[in-house]
């Protein structure tokens, strides 16, 4: 199982403040995904159960018109059906459009933009180069600037976006999700999951017209834990102030074991909760942690509005949090900054706050109340020094390289407990996390059979450039093709152990 290590959350406190990232000039590509992948890619493999395995970027982006129903495909919202992502996939190359745009929010419900209801799982590949863009007139045929869109029902988990960008209308959407609804079953309400995601952006450029908008999703209904949410910069060309949640804008569900980071930041923000800017009564926020690094641009005669380090409104419960604060601006201004702004109608318990102490020198994050802590030569001493209270206790366990994490179960020298941020490293994230050894499948080209060598085999299907099933072999390393038409196969292998290898092979 691997996990957010200790060092690489230690390494965003302790080094990403102070850090005013320089304006980027992001060139754009010119075409959307939509109109360049027209028809079923290659990479794009139904099997027998009707689950879809993604082996290219192509395929990822042909996701898009399969639930859409673009480009003559029926609309599938995938309810019972799971999308696996089998490889790392660059996506820089064209404009994202949301994989399930939904109905918009204008009560104008268009059933070709159906709901994503299955699951999705990442298998911890990396999605990198994602650019969500959209002009702020075109808002009513593409409500949805996010990657997933409206999910219901679904459940989404160990998806990895690295390096992704956003520009553009930045309206009621969140950068991960729009929605994630519930699906009204026959039995009973089925509530959308997302569990151990990581969404980085290196920025987000908003249209400055005082929208909302949030970093990872827009409305939640659903679950959310083990995620994180990571931007770089966020900046607009204007006077207005805009308004960003951190991490998610309206939270009528469970927000748990999350943390967003924000390195920085321009001044004239707003609106900017860490973790939800809304909690409505039936929300809960728990063990969740909230960074922000830095600000940059120019400064209000008044200094930057307070910001609202877990929540601008609460009517629901907040409990086990944390979020840091800046208490002096570079004028030497002072802004207070506290856990929820303007509404405390609901519960708030166990809140904890650090403060970069001196302001101007590196930011030794400090502990609002010194902590007694046991080294790792078993001296006991009080501190508030967060770096060292951790440090010193990873080192203090038996085996110190396997508590190297941030992970509430074992942190106990806290008042209360760390945020757990379990199952995904995003320090040393594999390139091909489910793939097993290379394998070699010869001759190729083949007219009569192919061999496999190089592990043992359990399973083998074979499919056309359609994405077509048309063979399957169990346990035997040996395969026949002489039936098939000449033309380009995928052979999908899986070994004894489970993990998964594709090879082409030319038939002749």
Not at 136 to 154: I, K, M, R, V
Request: net charge negative; aromatic share 14%; with cysteine.
């Amino acid at each position: 199982m691997t996990r957010i290590r200790l060092y690489t959350l230690l390494a965003f406190l302790l080094m990403a403040g102070g850090v005013t990232m320089e304006a980027q000039n992001h060139e754009l590509p010119t075409e959307y995904w939509t109109d360049v992948v027209t028809q079923q890619p290659f990479g794009y493999i139904e099997d027998a159960n009707g689950d879809v395995h993604l082996y290219s970027a192509e395929a990822l982006a042909w996701l898009i018109s399969t639930v859409n129903g673009l480009n003559g495909q029926e609309a599938d919202d995938f309810n019972g059906k799971k999308v696996t992502l089998e490889a790392n996939v660059d996506m820089s190359a064209a404009l994202w459009t949301a994989i399930a745009q939904g109905t918009n929010y204008y009560d104008d419900p268009n059933p070709d933009r159906l709901k994503f209801c299955g699951t999705f799982d990442g298998n911890g590949f990396i999605i990198r180069g994602v650019n969500l863009y959209l002009e702020h007139d075109l808002w009513y045929d593409n409500p949805f600037l996010s990657f997933f869109g409206t999910l219901c029902g679904a459940r989404i988990e160990k998806v990895v976006l690295r390096h992704a960008y956003a520009e553009g209308r930045n309206f009621r959407d969140g950068k991960f999700f729009a929605n994630a609804e519930t699906l009204e079953t026959e039995s009973e309400p089925r509530q959308t999951v997302i569990d151990r995601c990581y969404v980085e952006f290196d920025e987000i450029y908003k249209d400055h017209r005082e929208e909302d908008g949030a970093l990872f999703g827009y409305n939640n209904d659903g679950i959310i834990k083990n995620c994180m949410a990571v931007v770089h910069k966020v900046d607009y060309d204007g006077d207005s102030h805009e308004h960003l949640s951190l991490f998610v804008w309206n939270n009528n569900g469970t927000i748990e074991n999350c943390a967003s980071i924000a390195d920085s930041l321009n001044v004239a923000m707003n609106i900017y909760p860490g973790i939800a800017t809304n909690n409505y009564s039936t929300g809960v926020i728990e063990n969740c942690y909230s960074y922000i690094g830095d600000w940059f641009g120019d400064w209000y005669p008044f200094g930057v509005v307070t910001r609202m380090g877990l929540c601008w409104q609460n009517w629901g419960v907040i409990k086990n949090c944390y979020y840091n604060t800046w208490s002096y601006n570079e004028y030497g201004m002072w802004h207070d900054e506290e856990a929820v702004v303007a509404s405390y109608e609901g519960e708030i318990t166990e809140i904890m706050n650090f403060e970069p102490t001196p302001y101007f020198q590196s930011p030794f994050w400090e502990l609002k109340d010194s902590v007694s802590v046991t080294s790792h030569t078993g001296y006991v001493y009080w501190t508030n020094e967060l770096g060292e209270a951790l440090f010193d206790w990873v080192l203090g366990q038996e085996n110190s390289e396997d508590y190297n994490y941030w992970c509430y179960e074992s942190a106990t020298f806290l008042p209360n407990k760390l945020p757990v941020l379990c199952d995904l490293d995003i320090t040393d994230i594999p390139k091909n996390q489910k793939v097993a050894e290379a394998v070699s499948v010869y001759p190729n080209p083949a007219k009569e059979k192919v061999t496999i060598e190089g592990a043992e085999i359990t399973e083998v299907q074979v499919y056309n450039t359609l994405g077509q099933a048309v063979k399957r072999m169990q346990g035997t390393n040996e395969i026949s093709v002489a039936e098939l038409s000449q033309g380009v196969y995928l052979l999908r292998i899986t070994d004894a152990e489970g993990k998964i290898s594709t090879n082409k092979i030319m038939i002749q």
